[in-house]
Nanobody, 122 residues
């Protein structure tokens, strides 16, 4: 089992920055792809960024060059540094852990945090 808790959301003006944190209950970064997703009102949840084994990263096109995903193994924490924020970035942001191996006994392979609200507005 893995528990994920997000924090760091808030209200920020366009062009501002926020840093989101996702604390995992144990260090699973070597056996999982960590990701940030977001969901705006009336829209589908979309992938924002992923990081696998603290090295390989992938970004949605609209955030490429503005957002950075990273991990701190000692703190069991994954971060999303968000710069040059735009109103379209407004959403609830969710942390996700996707285990790289199928679990036996029907255990979950994906784990989600509760979400943290990010609002970008002047």
């Amino acid at each position: 089992q893995v528990q994920l808790v997000e924090s760091g959301g808030g209200l920020v003006q366009p062009g501002g920055s926020l840093r989101l944190s996702c604390a995992a209950s144990r260090n699973i970064f070597s056996i999982a792809t960590m990701g940030w997703y977001r969901q705006a009102p009336g829209k589908q949840r979309e992938l924002v960024a992923t990081i696998t084994r603290g090295r390989v990263t992938n970004y949605e096109d609209s955030v490429e060059g503005r957002f950075t995903i990273s991990t701190d193994n000692a703190k069991n924490t994954v971060y999303l540094q968000m710069n040059s924020l735009e109103p379209d970035d407004t959403a609830v942001y969710y942390c996700n852990a996707h285990l790289l191996q199928i679990q036996i006994g029907g255990l979950p392979r994906d784990y989600w945090g509760q979400g943290t609200q990010v609002t970008v507005s002047s």
